[in-house]
């Protein structure tokens, strides 16, 4: 087994809420705006017991001798200098927008 584990932050991994065109578009309205406030507070709630258990997890492995390491920034600025092209690539196929509503919402979650 690995002894060490580096935080580079490069890998989210959520869970999505799916519902079909045909069964949200029956919805009246005021049920569609149920089922999307609903869906809201669930991520928000997703999030936070997903960062629970990261941190958690995190102590337990320091506790079984793992040790962590967090880059420095200039580690980290090599990485991303690195993966620029891949960035560039993909905000041309799935949207800039997309791709920089998600970077401010990782620096956000860092910034914590």
């Given at each position: 087994m690995q002894k060490y584990l580096t935080k580079t932050g490069h890998v989210y991994t959520p869970f999505v809420l799916l519902a079909s065109q045909k069964w949200f578009g029956s919805l009246s309205d005021e049920d569609k705006a149920l089922v999307t406030e609903a869906a809201k507070e669930s991520a928000k709630?997703?999030?936070?017991?997903?960062?629970?258990?990261?941190e958690d997890l995190e102590q337990e492995l320091v506790a079984k001798g793992f040790?962590?390491?967090?880059?420095?920034?200039?580690a980290l600025a090599a990485m991303r200098e690195r993966v620029a092209p891949v960035v560039q690539e993909y905000s041309?196929?799935?949207?800039?927008?997309?791709?920089?509503?998600?970077?401010?919402a990782m620096a956000a979650v860092a910034s914590k």
């Open positions: 709630f997703q999030r936070e017991v997903s960062r629970k258990a990261a040790q962590i390491i967090e880059p420095t920034p200039e041309e196929k799935i949207g800039v927008d997309l791709v920089e509503q998600a970077r401010g």
